[in-house]
Nanobody, 120 residues
Framework: QLVESGGGLVQAGDSLRLSCAASGGTFSRYVMGWFRQTPGKEREFVAAIDYGGGNRLYAPSVKGRFTISRDNAKNTVYLQMNTLKPEDTAVYYC???????????????WGQGTQVTVSS
């Protein structure tokens, strides 16, 4: 089970940190990813991190502003979002899978999502 938290309403330029707590499995065996979705659009890759945190991938639109990290002792993955823009507004989902992919379909487990709204 994956449970996201940390979303909210912020102004452009602000920061937020999303958390995703995992339970029911061996967290360190999973690649973790963050995706986001807005109404009428497909789920979009944001960032992913491998089992030990040594390899990270970012979407070009967030690279340099967002940082993905994980704490395997706490079974938690984080997404630090800085310099937020209105176009970052979306529901953010965390996902767990077996490989470092940038598309949603290979991920096996998903959280329920947390809303992030950035006002201009």
């Amino acid at each position: 089970q994956l449970v996201e938290s940390g979303g909210g309403l912020v102004q452009a330029g602000d920061s937020l940190r999303l958390s995703c707590a995992a339970s029911g499995g061996t967290f360190s065996r999973y690649v973790m990813g963050w995706f986001r979705q807005t109404p009428g659009k497909e789920r979009e890759f944001v960032a992913a991190i491998d089992y030990g945190g040594g390899n990270r991938l970012y979407a070009p639109s967030v690279k340099g502003r967002f940082t993905i990290s994980r704490d395997n002792a706490k079974n938690t993955v984080y997404l630090q979002m800085n310099t937020l823009k209105p176009e970052d507004t979306a529901v953010y989902y965390c996902a767990a899978g077996g490989h470092l992919f940038t598309t949603p379909s290979p991920y096996d487990y998903w959280g329920q999502g947390t809303q992030v709204t950035v006002s201009s």
